[in-house]
């Protein structure tokens, strides 16, 4: 913001006067009756002020409005001391005079230029309405007590009088409290120019209402150390006319002095009625600390209600879904254990979505998201009266049945949780757990219905692989038909491998599944390559390399193959790296992979092929051995010539 050096002068030269008019009220010099110091530095500073404002009015946009009320406002001063200096001079001047006219229209453009302020911070909204009703009780019963009582024990000679006196200080409550507003309006906090701005006012308040005591009570002494109370916030609001403007202000949470500026306001009207009971400051004050008091109960009533309200939030936040309003995976829990020490009759049913990640993976998330929501409305209504519906995250529901409900409810949440449509089926494995006869907590009762609903799921998953391999061997069968024989006897071996080296019965079955397909990608192979009598050329040997990743696209369509599909993508990667599609070495291969290999190449060494004769079973082990370490896992190789020396003299095998 460009400062031109003739408002420089106008500030320095109005702090100057202050600076003079201050060190002659404390002494130095002379601030008599008779000096036209006083009022002279009074009338020109209230003049540098009109004049740095206007210039502020005009030259900057922000805020314009504002500067251009307050300008009209010290043009309204300076034309009341101009109409008194020029009909009264130093005679003293008949109250209501010509000069309270635009005395007191000050005010209105002030009060205006604040009202602007506080409109542009937010306005005033709720609790702050009443804490401006605190703040005007509370100074309004300290200005009843200390100035309105005297400027009626002063005597009036006329209604006339006595209502111009009252009106300044009226007026003056008004603008301090208008403060009360502008500073909740920003949070509690004020910026350098709006904080001095606020300062300002309510100094210049306060210096009028000590000056209409002083008057009324003739102790009132032109060039008194009071009236620097004026001469200061003329000087110090052309300086904050001429400050750059404050940044715009980020809204922020009002903290504690959001409750302190209430609590100190109570603090003044409990003392003003402390006061009241040794000293008579009169109705009106002790009625206006009462009032007080009313208000600041109100204000701390709303908190306390609106307290309340964000616990009930909270606590709603916490325990419901905010997806499909269900309640989340603390609330049944808590109603788990209610049921658990009322030993009430009660079901719990959890469910995990099948086909849920492919729909997610097809559709998108934001689609996931509305069927997700979708479902958990299906299952409420399904549920109705008869139990409660929860979402437990991601794809799983649970529902917490009461005595009355039998299969048809739990057939009803079942149906709740399916959806059908293009290229797309979903549908719920299932857990139950009944209270209290099989389960006597909550604990016991949550990991029951968990345990029982991963062995359906892993049952609907198990059929559905199941299906899916049966299907895509019969492909590649039918393309290939010598390939059936070869995948079912390294699917054998896989499987005993993986159980022989601990594998649980479900990454068996995945092991016999990968080992199934790992072929399944030649389907994509023309003859003349898998038929070639000789060896590849680098052309050739790198297309037939590519049918690991054909064969992980092919499997990976079936969902239910997802972990398979990873099988067959590494199942021909060597433990020293030099494998393929992907390079990878020693344990960053799957296990299962590792275990397809070594079967294969075992299964591909007894067997005739168009390029190399078969083997025999001791020298294909012994080739494997060799190879330990370098093509193959060793663990691997040692676990498989174990159980290849069981099943060649097992009377089973083949």
Known sequence: MHRPWPIRALIALGLALTAVYAARALGVGSNGPDDPFPAGAYYGCGIIAMIVCAWRAVAVREERAVWVLIALAFF???AGNTIYVVLYGAATAPVPSAADVPWLAVYVPLAAALGLRVHAAGGVRGVVLLDVLIAISALGSITAAFVVEAILAGGSSSTAELATTLAYPVADLVLITLLVPLAAANGWRFGRAAGLMAACFACW?????VHAVEIVRGTYLLGGIADIGWLGPFVLLGFTAWMRPDPPAERQSPGWPALAVPAGFALVALGMLVYAAAADPGPLAIALAAAALVFVIAR???????YLGVLRDAEYEATTDALTGLG???APRADLEAAVAARAAAQLLLFDLNGFKGYNDAFGHPAGDALLARLGRCLRDAVGAAGTAYRMGGDEFCVLLGPGAGEQTVSAALAALSERGDGFAISASQGRAVLPAEAST???ALRTADHR?????RSVRGAAGEQATHALLRVLVERHPDVGDHSQGVADLAEAVAHHMGATDEQAREVRAGATLHDIGKAAIPDAILSKPGPLDEGERAFMQRHTLIGERIVAAAHALAGVAKLVRSSHERWDGGGYPDGIAGDAIPLGARIIFVCDAFDAMLADRPYSSSLAFEPALAELERC?????D???VAAFVAVSRVRATSPLAV
């Not at 609903?453 to 799921?457: L, T």
């Open 76 to 78: 309204l001063l300076f």
């Open 205 to 209: 308040a306060v210096t009028d209402m």
């Open 300 to 306: 701390f009533v709303l908190t306390f209600r609106s």
């Open 328 to 330: 989340n995976r603390r």
């Open 442 to 444: 909550a604990a016991e």
């Open 453 to 457: 609903m991963y062995q359906d799921k």
């Open 628 to 632: 330990a370490g370098s093509q193959f």
């Open 634 to 636: 060793p663990r691997v």
